[in-house]
């Protein structure tokens, strides 16, 4: 191993003791952290009590559609930390019933994303090949990619983003056909009805808008009158919320990843907690400013990184992790390393 690399190593594990040491002192100081499956539970069912409260007093016309819509993205912001924890078995381990039932309910009520079970399998290889063209999952929000029409797509719309992006490029390693395949299936049955009820509802409104403008009037069915009251209900309290989300995450977390000279676990990630990103943390859960935390140290609950984000930012900065690097978005988030350093590496240590 090289001096470099043994640095890199010492490092990587100066910041990692660091973090399970605050971890561990925050559990003993605070017993309750602890009960790890009955804390998950309650911040999953928080959360749903919360949208399922909000879509009722929506419905019930004491709740305007714009709070709805903000408050069900914040909500529904835990409901993605809480899949993220379950993806990586922080919940009901060994209660395969209750897992998977929280499972399936954090992507009912986050309907446009992809099946938590596909995921899973995306995700752990994110963090064995994170930074590389091999990591599926970043690819799909649009990281490595310049600015332009397609990322901001990719971002608002993971689904048909990248079926756009299929259609115009390909992929590397599959069929046009095939890789449209592997799109529709990872995102049937839920994003595929939420991406139909989604641009039925804007097609909708933009046409009646169109012809109000042109002095005409739209001469709908009343069943298709029917359909988009309840439609625009359905958007309000899941839809909207759920692209509002997506888009502030996507944002985040395709700049926080590095892509492109990725040559070990020190460069995976860096920290976005400037204050020009809280509009996107308000809707991701803090995740720029917290989420390089789980590269290093993959075992902790979502809640745990907040409470260790103080201890964790300082032995970070001072072992070479990069904050708050702007430039990442004119270098299409790619790792500021000499062309030299840029080889294919092992990142498994980051598991």
């Known amino acids: 191993m090289s001096y470099q690399g043994q640095a890199e190593t010492q490092a990587i594990e100066n910041i990692r003791r660091v973090i399970r040491k605050r971890g561990d002192e925050l559990r003993a100081r605070y017993p309750f952290l602890q009960h790890q499956n009955l804390l998950g539970l309650l911040i999953f069912s928080f959360s749903a009590a919360g949208v399922v409260l909000c879509g009722m007093a929506y419905w019930q016309g004491y709740m305007p559609a714009w709070l709805c819509i903000v408050l069900v993205a914040m909500l529904t912001s835990l409901l993605h930390e809480i899949e993220h924890d379950l993806i990586h078995w922080q919940y009901f381990r060994r209660h395969k019933i209750i897992h998977h039932a929280m499972m399936l309910g954090v992507w009912l009520l986050r309907p446009g994303t992809i099946n938590p079970w596909v995921r899973r399998h995306l995700h752990f290889l994110h963090h064995k090949t994170s930074g590389t063209q091999r990591d599926i999952e970043e690819v799909g929000i649009g990281n490595g990619r310049r600015y332009g029409g397609l990322r901001f797509w990719i971002m608002a719309d993971t689904f048909l983003g990248n079926v756009v992006r299929t259609l115009v490029e390909g992929d590397t390693h599959y069929s046009r056909g095939m890789m449209l395949l592997r799109i529709i299936g990872a995102n049937f049955p839920l994003g595929l009805a939420t991406a139909f009820i989604w641009y039925g509802f804007l097609g909708f409104h933009a046409l009646n808008i169109g012809a109000a403008l042109a002095g005409m009037d739209m001469q709908w069915s009343a069943a298709t009158q029917a359909y988009f009251a309840w439609a625009d209900k359905f958007v309000v309290v899941l839809i909207a919320p759920f692209y ?55 075992g902790e609950p979502f809640y745990i990184r907040q409470m260790t984000a103080s ?17 990442t978005f004119a270098r299409a988030n790619r790792y500021a390393a000499a062309p030299e350093q840029n080889v294919q590496p092992d990142l498994t240590q980051g598991i």
């Not at 070990?264 to 400013?289: E, I, K, M, R, Y």
Request: hydrophobic fraction near 45%; charged fraction near 10%.
């Open 311 to 327: 201890a964790a930012h300082r032995v970070m900065r001072e072992n070479g992790v990069k904050f708050n690097d702007l430039n």
């Open 244 to 298: 509002l989300r997506s888009f502030c995450l996507n944002f985040i977390s395709s700049n926080m990843h590095y892509f492109g000279n990725v040559n070990s676990l020190l460069q995976q990630t860096q920290v976005l907690n400037a204050p020009l990103f809280w509009p996107f943390q308000l809707f991701c859960f803090n995740f720029g400013s917290t989420h390089g935390i789980h590269h290093f140290v993959v």
